[in-house]
């Protein structure tokens, strides 16, 4: 099995930066994809980012493009999201989640089986 779980979430103010982390434990080749998404509060999961992290590829949602970098230390199983220029409607319960590969869903909830508990950001105006 694979564990994921993230923090640094927190409340900021409009403009602050935020950087979460995921660490991947357990059977980590099977969470060779790790994607952020995060959820509004009565919304549906909104996919952020991902990377290979083994490949190295990375993809970003259009609303988070140059603001927010995905990133992997390989050697700590460890995927980060460095979040800048933060606006109020960041604010969300923000999950990591595993796949064995990115795939062609890779926007899709559905495409990643492990998943962590979430940590909250809150990004006041």
């Known amino acids: 099995q694979v564990q994921l779980g993230e923090s640094g979430g927190g409340l900021v103010q409009a403009g602050d930066s935020l950087k979460l982390s995921c660490v991947v434990s357990?059977?980590?080749?099977?969470?060779?994809?790790v994607a952020w998404f995060r959820q509004r509060t009565g919304h549906q999961y909104e996919f952020v980012a991902t990377?290979?992290?083994?490949?190295?590829?990375?993809l970003y949602a259009d609303n988070v493009k140059g603001r927010f970098t995905i990133s992997s230390d390989n050697a700590e199983n460890t995927v980060y999201l460095q979040m800048n220029s933060l606006k109020p409607e960041d604010t969300a319960a923000y999950f990591c989640?595993?796949?064995?590969?990115?795939?062609?869903?890779?926007?899709?909830?559905?495409?990643?089986?492990?998943w962590g508990q979430g940590t909250q950001v809150t990004v006041s105006s």
């Open positions: 357990g059977r980590t080749f099977m969470a060779n994809a």
């Open positions: 989640a595993g796949a064995p590969a990115i795939t062609s869903n890779y926007e899709r909830p559905s495409d990643y089986e492990y």
């Open positions: 990377i290979g992290r083994r490949g190295g590829t990375v």
